[in-house]
Structure formats: structure tokens, C-alpha cells
């Protein structure tokens, strides 16, 4: 039976988590970026050599964000010449099965139509 005298409350979604997400999502080269550092690709002349259609531009802002939202670290070595990698932090190892599901799901989504 419900207790229609009892008001719920608001249920307040985790408002930075969600920005982040979406923001990973809705960039057209997060996922990408994150398939290539799984595979052992971290060096951005590596990453856009092996991906069509990247730019160091376009990459470059896209590791930017993912730095910003702690889920990336640059890595730079004191080398001639100069040498960069990112690497995959430990927030951003628990991101990566949410993204998994969400691809999944847009699978189904599409299987369906």
C-alpha cells in the first residue's frame, strides 16, 4: 500500500561526476583516446598516426580535458628530444567499465531500431 501523505524528496544527481561523463561522452575522441591508451599507445604523435581523422589539435584538447578531470596524467621526460606519454589514472581506471556499459547500451540501441 502507499502512503500517499509521505513526500519524497528531490533526489539531486551527482552533479560534477554527470558533467564529466558527459563531457567524456560527447566528445567524438575521448573513447578513441581511451581505446588507444588500453592498447599501449600513450604518445600523441603514436595516437594520431594510428587514428584517421585525428588532429594534434583536436587530441590535444581532449587529453587537456580528460588531465582536467583527473582522470589522465602527462607524463614529460627530461629528453632530447623532448618526450610526452599519458597514462590512465585510477579515477580514470574506474571510468572506463561505465564507459564500456554506455557503449553497450548505445549498441543495443541501434540493434533495435
Known sequence: MINKDKKIERIIGPAQ????VETIVGCKWSLTVYQLLVQGINRPGEMVRATEGLS???LNQCLKRNIE???LKKMSYPEIPPRVEYII????YKLLPILDSLTQLQEEINKSK
Open 17 to 20: 561526476s554527470a558533467r564529466m
Open 56 to 58: 594534434t589539435k583536436v
Open 69 to 71: 578531470f583527473g582522470l
Open 89 to 92: 589514472t585510477e579515477l580514470g
